[in-house]
């Protein structure tokens, strides 16, 4: 087994020219928007498709904390990259959670192997309303169309919700399996690949499905609950994206504002730069925890991810973008340019980082399940329910995980959300703004109590809501990560700083400056 300190020396410098994970080849690929197949089957070679296959089918996923760490080794260098090879893990997750030994045991043998799979979810003129699907598979025959796919060409194999009731509904739909390497001659056509602004190389296409035969995957009519289980684990995925996009475009920003001179000093020297690169990097590491709450919840509270998984898909890739647009204000022209620093390198990145809030559920889907959620998190706040063992194991890094359980994901998290909660009656870490999150996140779930449910027509002010909660969450988990671990204080305190600034309005530009000085002088 692997991890990401091994990725990153076999993936070596991307301003090295020889490297096939350079800037320069990889902008050649941009242009010409052109699938990187050279470098996907380096990924193959290194071993990373077996990370992709839980340790009880014979792979090498034994953390989703590691597996992440190892995909954000690879969008650090490349999203385009990361994107193509990573939706294998994606469109093989229905399998793992509900298809039986034999049939788990034989897509094991083919990710492992470095066949492509691709999940076919949306299609045209339905986008994430996945009960509007037309694609039917009646007797298990396949028919209908599946458009903007990643892989959905390239695949070998692709795992496809298809209505198997004319009626639909909730019990309506399942997942199934599809080979097309053995589908007859005709029973299916792909779609021309769909120009996109950013991951240009990536294969977004679709394919259309002409009575092509099918395996059933899990219990018939079970798919729409199957994918949105499956959606818990992916959405958590995707932070690891746009952890590999931060680390970037810091990178890039913090030597440039190092080495840059500007009417005789250092930029990092003015103070508004300075604080400007400190606020980027303390988005960074609230991000981080965020998603280590997230990837280590997958194991010890498989039962609260409907919350945790919608929080950090909605929250990190909102925040990576923020960062990534502070970081071109501060790289001026150059964060525009194609042909200077790293061969627009940037620009790519800036590109290529927007398709990551859309994967798997936008931003306002999943802030709209988080709204759904608001009965319980109150109830769940005021009660004081928490899962102390599981928040426990979740905080504590130093701690082995057990082995995730996929039977014990659940729709809805109906107590709610133990690392919030536990911030009404638990101890806190002696930083600065400690007790004011924690009276922040009183008023917060105060208001939310004020909200209705509501099927339709979702009022603007529970959105708005959804995200202070966000902040409440993400302020949570700077909190407990550093009361259990420790660690650099000025750093948790920067990110706390970070969280008040959004939530209470509360100046945060001193924590700022130090962290833009320390990450300068590393």
Known sequence: MTTAADMDRVLGDPADLRGLFSHARLAELDRAEEFPADHCRELDRFGLPAHYVPARFGGDLHSYPELLELIRAVARRDLTVAVAHAKTFLGSICVWLAGDDDQAGWLAREVRAGTPVSWALTERGHGSDLLAGEVTAYDGRLTGEKWLINNATRSSLLTVLARTSPAGGPRGFSVVLADKRTLPEGSYRHLPKVPTHGIRGADISGIEFRDAPSTLVGEPGGGLELVLKA????????????????????????????????????????PHVRRTLGEAHAARIVGEAVTTVAARSIHTLPGEMAVVSAVTKAFVPARIDELIGACGTLLGARAFLTEVLDHGAFQKLDR???????????????????????????????????????????????????????????????????????????????????????????????????????????????????????????????????????????????????????????????????????????
């Open 352 to 522: 290529d980082h927007r398709v990551v809030a859309i994967f798997d559920g936008s931003s306002f889907v999943n802030q709209n399940a988080l709204i759904n959620h608001f009965p319980a998190l109150v109830g769940g706040y005021r009660k004081g329910t928490v899962d102390e063992q599981g928040l426990r194991r979740t905080l504590d890094t130093s701690l082995p995980l057990p082995a995730a359980d996929p039977d014990q994901l659940t729709l809805s998290s109906r107590n709610g959300s133990s690392l919030v909660q536990h911030l009404r009656a638990g101890d806190l870490p002696e930083l600065p703004g400690a007790a004011e999150l924690r009276q922040a996140c009183e008023e917060v779930h105060g208001q939310l109590a004020g909200i209705a449910p509501a099927a339709r027509d979702v009022s603007p002010e529970a959105f708005a809501l959804a995200q202070r909660y966000e902040l409440c969450f993400a302020g949570a988990a700077v909190l407990g990560l550093h009361l259990v671990n420790g660690g650099d204080e000025s750093r948790a305190t920067a990110a706390l700083a970070y969280v008040l600034a959004r939530l209470t309005g509360r100046p945060a530009g001193p924590a700022y400056d130090r962290l833009a000085e320390e990450a300068v002088d590393a």
């Open 231 to 270: 959606l818990q684990l992916t959405r958590t995925f995707c932070a690891g994206l746009s952890l590999g996009a931060a680390d970037q475009a810091l990178r890039q920003a913090t030597a440039f504002t190092r080495d840059r001179h500007l009417y005789g000093r250092r930029l990092i020297d003015m």
